[in-house]
C-alpha cells in the first residue's frame, strides 16, 4: 500500500465515520495508529528491497553521484549506477546518470557517465534523446562530446535531435571529436541536412578520418544544393591520394545521385585506375546513373572484355547493359561475346541480363542460339539461368483447335 493511499485511508475511513457520529477519540485515533503500523512496515518493505551494488545500497551510490567533493568517487558512483540500472532497472539510476551527463562540475565524471550510457542498448536510450541532446549542446570538453558523439552515432533517433549540438562539434579542435560528429551526422541523415556547408568545410581538414567522415556524411544527409555538393566531392576525387577516402566519394556520389558532367567525367577516369576495389565501386556508381552515364559505356565494355578481376567483368556485365537501358538489344552481340569467359559468374551475368529483356528477343536468332548453347554449360547455375531466360523469350506454342 503506497503512503499517498495509507493517507486517503485515514482521512476518509472509519475515523472519519466516528467524527460524524460523535464517537470517542479512542475510536477515531485506532485506525490512525494502525494507519502508522503499516506505513512503518511498508517503509521497512522498501528499504528491504531497494538493491546494492558492492554491499552499498543504491541510494548511497546516488547520493555520492550527485553531492560527493571527490570526482573520483563520482565517476565510480557512475559506474555502479550503471550496473544498478543494467542489472535491477532501478529508474533512479539511470535519472543519476543522465543529470551526471549533462550538469556534473568534473568532465571526468561527465566523461564517464556518457560511456556508461554507451553501454546500455537502444531501448534504455530511447527516452534519453532530449538530455542527451541537451548534453551534446552544452558540451565544451573535447574528450567528453566525443564521448557523446560517439554515443549519438550507433543509434540514428538520438543523433536526430542532437544535430545543433553535433555541428557545434564539427569545430572542435581535436580531429577525433570532429570525425565523431560527422560519423554521428552521417547516421542522422536528412534531419541533419544543415550540417553541409560545415562538412564541406572539413573536405579539406588536415586529417584523413575527419575527411572521409566529413564524405560520408555528405551522401547520406541530402544536402540543399546537392549538384554543388557533388561537383566539390568530384574534384575533391581527381586530387585525393588516401584509398579508403576514395572508396567513400565514389559511394556518396552514388547516393546523392547527381549526375553533373563533373562528376559523370570523375567517375569514367576512375574505371583506368589500378585499384581493383575502386573500379568495382565505380561500375556500381556508373550502373544507378542508368543511361545518363552512357558515355561510358565503352570503357565499361572494354572492363567487362579484359579487367584482371573477375568481380569487376561480372559487375561491368550488369553496368554495360544498364547504360544502355531498353537500347542494350542494339548492343546484343557485344554483350552475348562475353559468354566466353572463363568464370561462370561472368556468363550468370551475361544470361540474366539477356534473359531480362524478355519477349522482346523472342525473333532474335542470335540470342536465342546463345542461350541454347548456355544449356550445356559446365556450371548448373549457368544453365539454370539460361533454361529459365528461354522460357521468357521463346514463345509459346500455340494451342491446337479441335
Known amino acids: 500500500m503506497s503512503n499517498a493511499k495509507c493517507r486517503g485511508w485515514r482521512g476518509s475511513g472509519r475515523a472519519a465515520v466516528v467524527l460524524r457520529r460523535g464517537g470517542f477519540a479512542l475510536l477515531l485515533l485506532f485506525p490512525l495508529v494502525l494507519g502508522l503500523g503499516s506505513e512503518g512496515r511498508l517503509t521497512a518493505r522498501l528499504a528491504a528491497q531497494e538493491p546494492e551494488y558492492q ?11 550527485a553531492n560527493d567533493a571527490s570526482v573520483r568517487k563520482r565517476a565510480l558512483a557512475a559506474e555502479a549506477a550503471g550496473r544498478l540500472w543494467q542489472e535491477h532497472r532501478y529508474t533512479e539510476a539511470l535519472a543519476g546518470i ?14 564517464t557517465a556518457a560511456q556508461v550510457l554507451a553501454g546500455l542498448p537502444e531501448r534504455d536510450l530511447r527516452a534519453c534523446a532530449k538530455e542527451l541532446a541537451e548534453a551534446m549542446q552544452a558540451e565544451k570538453d573535447s574528450r567528453v562530446r566525443r564521448e557523446l558523439a560517439l554515443l549519438l552515432a550507433r543509434h540514428e533517433e538520438l543523433a536526430r535531435p542532437a544535430v545543433p549540438g553535433l555541428v557545434q562539434a564539427l569545430r572542435d579542435p581535436q580531429a577525433a571529436v570532429r570525425a565523431a560528429a560527422a560519423e554521428a551526422l552521417a547516421v542522422a541523415g536528412p534531419e541533419a541536412k544543415s550540417a553541409a556547408a560545415d562538412l564541406v568545410t572539413l573536405l579539406r581538414d588536415s586529417d584523413p578520418a575527419v575527411r572521409r567522415a566529413a564524405v560520408r556524411a555528405l551522401g547520406r544527409i541530402e544536402p540543399a544544393g546537392a549538384a554543388a555538393v557533388a561537383d ?7 586530387q585525393e591520394k588516401d584509398r579508403e577516402l576514395r572508396w567513400e566519394i565514389v559511394i556518396s556520389l552514388g547516393l546523392l545521385q547527381e549526375k553533373t558532367p563533373a562528376v559523370l567525367q570523375a567517375l569514367h577516369q576512375l574505371l583506368q585506375q589500378e585499384d581493383g576495389e575502386l573500379r568495382l565501386r565505380t561500375l556500381r556508381v556508373l550502373g544507378s546513373f542508368k543511361t545518363a552515364a552512357r558515355g561510358s559505356a565503352a570503357e565499361v ?14 559487375e561491368a556485365v550488369h553496368t554495360f547493359a544498364a547504360l544502355h537501358g531498353p537500347e542494350l ?10 559468354l566466353k569467359d572463363p568464370e561462370y559468374e561472368v556468363r550468370l551475368a551475361v544470361v540474366e541480363e539477356v534473359g531480362a529483356l524478355g519477349p522482346a528477343l523472342q525473333n532474335h536468332a542470335e540470342a536465342l542460339r546463345s542461350l541454347r548453347q548456355r544449356l550445356s554449360d559446365p556450371h548448373l547455375k549457368v544453365r539454370e539461368a539460361a533454361a529459365a531466360a528461354l522460357k521468357r523469350l521463346e514463345p509459346k506454342p500455340k494451342a491446337d483447335k479441335e
Request: glycine residues 4%; proline residues 2%; charged residues 25%.
Open 55 to 65: 554491499g552499498k545500497k543504491a541510494s548511497l551510490w546516488l547520493d555520492m553521484l
Open 98 to 111: 543522465l543529470r551526471a551527463v549533462r550538469v556534473d562540475t568534473s568532465a571526468a565524471v561527465r566523461g
Open 232 to 238: 566539390t566531392l568530384a574534384a575533391l576525387l581527381t
Open 301 to 314: 565494355l572494354r572492363l567487362a572484355r579484359s579487367d584482371p578481376l573477375k568481380s569487376v567483368r561480372q
Open 329 to 338: 538489344i542494339q548492343h546484343l552481340s557485344e554483350l552475348l561475346s562475353l
